[in-house]
């Protein structure tokens, strides 16, 4: 079993030059690694041909996008699986890819956990993890895209449907949508941290756009009844399922929030038994 790990880079030499070590560093070695470099200016390729005789195939050429980059990518890809890890992505650790692979056993994605952060002046800011489902609905896509970077994909499923480049954000979630709702490919959740990347990508900088490509997508797939019946609930949601897709994402966070009201109602819960000892005793 064979895994084919894609990199695509543009202008970011110093997050390619992580990236690259993340790879390169793996105790387990049943990849190939292939990085899809969009012309840059920025010396990448001279990072690049520092590691070349560890990278499987590399390019530097003009794209037209992101997409356009990864499906290059995908076109020269010969493992059985494929994974982005696109620049400034690093695997979690020099040992994942020697846990995860011999979990992988036939089905058609995995996704792992993803662990998020944020900089700032060099500082870590933010830090979360996000945690794959166990089971794929509607549901989950509807609330948010898998993280593509925690995602292992057959290749030849890759091929096959590949990712639509008149898309500039979202054809992640088009392919998505289209390989677990309308074919129903086989999932499973692999219960392990695979990657770490940083905050801030094109989904996170363009809301606008954003937005529309996301509406565009669900009209292709879904009826606008149901369109509609899923926007009540998740896009005005109640209390409860804000505080339930919240727990989805942050599950450490939650944790960390029910201890901290745990202790915060210390006192409260003291004054109510105190008073109602009182109440007791006057009786």
Known sequence: M????????????????????????QTCTDYEFIIIDGGSTDGSVDIIKQYENK?????????????????????????????????????ANNNVLSIVMPQINGKDIYIGNACCMSFSNGQEVFKCIWKSPSEISMKNLFIA???????????????????NESYKILS???????????????????????????????????RKHFNYERNEILH??????????????????????????YNMQFPIACTLSKIALAVISIPFRCIRYTQSMINKLKK
């Not at 695509?8 to 070590?21: A, D, Q, V």
């Not at 993280?147 to 449907?161: V, W």
């Not at 998505?176 to 709702?181: G, N």
């Open 145 to 163: 895209t898998p993280n593509h970077q925690a995602t292992i994909i057959k290749t030849k499923l890759m091929k096959d449907i590949g990712y």
């Open 55 to 91: 990278i499987t195939y590399w390019v530097s050429e003009k794209d037209r996008g992101i997409y356009n980059a990864m499906n290059k990518g995908i076109a020269v890809s010969k493992g059985d699986y494929c994974n982005f890890l696109n620049s400034g992505d690093t695997l």
């Open 220 to 245: 292709r797939y879904l009826s606008p009844r149901v369109i509609n019946d899923y926007d009540s609930i998740y896009t005005h949601p109640s209390k409860m399922i804000k505080l339930t897709r």
């Open 2 to 25: 064979m895994l084919s790990i894609i990199t695509i880079n543009y202008n970011n030499k110093e997050g390619l030059r992580c990236t690259i070590e993340s790879v390169v560093n």
């Open 172 to 206: 992640d979630f088009e392919f998505f949508m289209e390989a677990l709702i309308r074919r129903n490919c086989k999932y499973e959740k692999l219960d392990i941290t695979i990657v770490k990347y940083l905050l801030g990508g094109t989904s996170t900088q363009d």
